[in-house]
């Protein structure tokens, strides 16, 4: 089987644009949150706000999902980015052996904001911090050493020198014209949610580019949004202690 290489991020991570430069390079098969689509839009959803009508699609589970994966590692070299928390009842050794593991996190400060902002009424359940740091511990101590951390703000004041570290630690070729492409991406193509709605900046875009660190005004937003962020803090905290530098 050839390398399934995960990229473990949390929402609003700037994930998707990391998953759009991974595939300008052309040499691996890559997928868009396959499990969450199976989380929030299989026959038998998973998500907390599940309401009785809304979309399901029929065969498709997790399950389903992760024979995909295999069958398509059986041709060539897979790339997945996804969220742990789809998957945290699948965890355990023999599952994630497939894996050439990498988490991508970020301030919560801004990924809860961003949220907010495009879901007022998200679940606590889908942020994703606890999962994202109980994954990062588990493979840390099955392998007896913690896998690659790379941090968002990291990520866009320095892409390349972040993305060479990544490939190399994933074990593939630094391709830099990967990092920019022609504006118009197409994020209905591989957005299974609501056609792409979450990444209309991505079209805009033409490649990773260095960016200053931003900064949330949390003050601005409900006492329940401000509170999840004080949970979510110190699971973030946790890995960014192993993040990569260069």
């Known amino acids: 089987m050839h390398p399934i ?4 991020a949390i929402p609003r991570s700037t994930s998707t644009a990391f998953e759009w430069m991974m595939r300008q390079r052309g ?4 997928l868009h949150e396959p499990f969450g689509e199976a989380w929030y839009q299989g026959e038998a959803p998973l998500w907390h706000r599940y309401k009785s009508g809304d979309k399901t699609t029929p065969g498709l589970t997790i399950e389903s999902t992760w024979q995909d994966i295999k069958r398509r590692a059986r041709k060539g070299p897979v790339f997945i980015k996804d969220f742990p928390h789809y998957i945290s009842h699948r965890w355990d050794e023999e599952f994630l052996s497939h894996f050439r593991h990498a988490f991508l996190i970020r301030d919560p400060a801004l990924t809860i904001t961003s949220i907010y902002d495009k879901w007022p009424d998200f679940d606590e359940g889908e942020v994703g911090f606890p999962e994202q740091r109980a994954l990062f511990d588990l493979i840390s ?5 913690t896998p690659p951390v790379f941090d968002s703000g990291d990520l866009l004041e320095n892409p390349p020198a ?6 190399q630690a994933v074990g593939i070729p630094f391709m830099p014209d990967a990092l920019s492409w022609k504006p118009g ?12 709605s979450f990444h209309q900046n991505l079209k805009a875009s033409t490649g990773l580019v260095a960016q200053k660190r931003q900064y949330a005004d ?6 329940r949004v401000q509170q999840v962020h004080r949970r979510m803090k110190p699971h973030y905290e946790r890995l960014y202690q192993y993040r990569t530098t260069v």
């Open 218 to 223: 949390l003050q601005s937003t409900p006492a």
């Open 141 to 145: 101590a099955l392998k007896g050493e």
């Open 185 to 196: 991406a197409d994020t209905a193509l591989y957005s299974w949610w609501d056609g792409g």
């Open 5 to 8: 290489i995960a990229l473990w």
């Open 162 to 167: 972040m993305v060479a570290a990544f490939c």
């Open 27 to 30: 040499d691996l098969d890559c």
